[in-house]
């Protein structure tokens, strides 16, 4: 397909067929698909450095481009979901004994959209597993007014990321946000005045009728506002979401490829010169300010409807039914499907993320897996055709990857989306505890 059809839905990358099984066969050595099965693993034992993740569903209204698991909020279902909460982390904490807790990040839904349970739910993770780590909570624009603020930031909440998306009033409403331009913009000047250690604004390109000009006023005025990080992602029109329900992958209109590598460009450009430095795929960061992300730890465990876990044995995910989650508690972790996890599947998820993050180490790889040789034995030959075409780079203490490579991990993430979680999810959200899931 030519550069000027190009777009972030599906056709990247057509030799989908080809490279997948390539793909799947280096990461199993044997070639098979992944299956996830109906059963609940136990959580491993002495686990040392964990993060913790909460997913709160909720939402006042739904954005028809949104995947991710949501319903609209209900005062007597979030009470309940509050206390199969509760349930679930007495229920983990049983298992776990006294990890370090490397960071807690909460996502969405719309996190804030009932603040008192939120802060109570924070309160107990604290009291149980004694959090000293960086607090992270996604946040829409309409739910960040002074006194939510310092609410959270008495709470312990020390990242915010605030969900911009666009300034642009038109293009807000043509993919179905609530706020406007100038919500969004004061939204951020408000949370900079009552301080946080790093507040992350939250820009999507390859929008439907977003132009460079768009694109480029979108950069300027958040920059403006003095945040501390920027993170653009594109618009995935996932199948089973209410956009892709109703049309399609690949008929929305988008930006050219031509147009989306010149965006991608000019927000480097622009961070760069106001002192921000790319820290990761699609995030840019002042250097002295802790980096907003998800992808903070190795081991990870996940409370919510839909939320997910990976302990190093196992994956697994609970059930995205907001109803079967609270019917489950207490009796049981609400877990929907789960899959063995094997040391080469491990080595290969965490070498997934530090791309993301541009510079694979050496010696964090071997910390985490005891290797002697290192990244170069276990992952030279898939660095060797990656390095000729200038993708990556051999340093002295690991691989980084380059600006180019950073627009094709951009593109892969992309085919990663669409045939791993798109498939995933979408097995989840039809059946409250599906047979199988065959990614």
């Known amino acids: 397909m030519g550069e000027e059809n190009e777009s972030y839905d599906g056709s990247m990358l057509p030799a989908r067929a080809l490279w997948k099984p390539i793909l799947q066969k280096w990461i199993t050595g044997r070639g098979r698909r992944f299956r996830m099965r109906p059963e609940t693993p136990p959580i491993a034992p002495g686990l040392q450095h964990l993060g913790l993740y909460l997913h709160v569903p909720f939402c006042t209204s739904l954005c028809p481009f949104c995947p991710y698991n949501r319903c609209r909020y209900e005062v007597d279902l ?11 982390i007495s229920l983990c904490a049983s298992e776990l004994g006294t990890p370090t ?10 996190p804030t959209v009932n603040r008192e349970g939120l802060v109570d739910i924070l309160s107990e993770l604290d009291e149980t597993f004694g959090l000293d780590c960086d607090i992270c909570v996604e946040l829409h624009p309409s739910h960040m007014a002074d006194d939510d603020l310092k609410a959270l930031k008495h709470a312990g909440v020390t990242l915010l990321s605030v969900g911009v998306e666009s300034t642009d009033d038109e293009i807000l409403g043509h993919i179905g946000r609530s706020h406007s331009g100038g919500e969004a913009l004061g939204a951020l000047e408000r949370a900079r005045r009552i301080g946080f250690s790093t507040i992350n604004a939250d820009l999507m390109f390859a929008l439907p009728r977003q132009r460079l000009e768009h694109w480029r006023r979108d950069v300027d005025r958040v920059l403006a506002t003095g945040v501390d990080q920027l993170s653009t992602y594109p618009m995935f029109t996932f199948p089973y979401s209410d956009r892709g329900l109703e049309r399609g992958t690949r008929v929305v209109e988008r930006p050219s490829g031509r147009t989306i590598r010149a965006m991608l460009a000019y927000t480097d450009e622009a961070c760069r010169a106001r002192g921000l430095e790319r820290c990761a795929v699609w995030s840019w960061k002042r250097p002295q300010h802790s980096k907003f992300s998800s992808i903070t730890r190795h081991h990870y465990l996940g409370f919510g409807p839909s939320a997910a876990s990976m302990d190093g044995a196992h994956f697994w995910v609970n059930t995205f039914d907001v109803e079967a989650y609270v019917e489950t508690l207490p009796e049981r972790r609400p877990v929907a499907l789960a899959m063995p996890v094997n040391r ?4 290969a998820y965490w070498l997934y993320w530090r791309v993301y993050e541009l510079a694979a180490e050496d010696n964090d790889f ?12 276990r992952f030279g030959t898939l660095f060797t055709p990656v390095r000729a075409a200038g993708l990556a780079a051999r340093t002295s203490t690991g691989y980084a990857i380059t600006t180019a490579g950073a627009y094709w991990i951009h593109r892969l993430q992309n085919e990663y989306s669409l045939s791993y979680i798109n498939r995933l999810w979408g097995t989840c959200r039809r059946n409250a505890w599906p047979e199988e899931a065959v990614l």
């Open 78 to 88: 979030f009470a309940r979901y509050r206390r199969a909460v509760s349930q679930e």
């Open 101 to 110: 807790i490397d960071s807690l990040y909460v996502g969405g839904g719309t």
């Open 344 to 347: 080469r599947l491990e080595m």
């Open 366 to 377: 071997r910390r985490l897996f005891g290797e002697n040789d290192g990244l170069r034995s």
